[in-house]
């Protein structure tokens, strides 16, 4: 799967997060290693959610935008 990467020169390198993960960040000293580091976050990130969702039901609404 692919997910659009956000990365940011710093004094110290580069942060690298992923905007659809809340709170799914990384960073890194050269852009390359914060590349590899975010797909190491984003690896663990969803090996937790994909535990704490264990047993949840999940239900899909439709829902109609009223125009006045």
């Not at 799914?24 to 190491?40: P, V």
């Not at 690896?43 to 969702?53: D, M, P």
């Amino acid at each position: 799967m692919k997910y659009k990467i956000d990365l940011k020169k710093t004094e110290e390198g580069s942060a690298v997060w992923c905007p659809t993960l809340p709170g799914c960040a990384s960073q890194g000293s050269t852009k390359e290693e914060a590349l590899d580091n975010i797909q190491d976050a984003i690896s663990a990130y969803l090996e937790v959610a994909e535990e704490l969702n264990q047993g949840v039901e999940y239900y899909y609404l439709e829902v109609e935008l009223n125009h006045a």
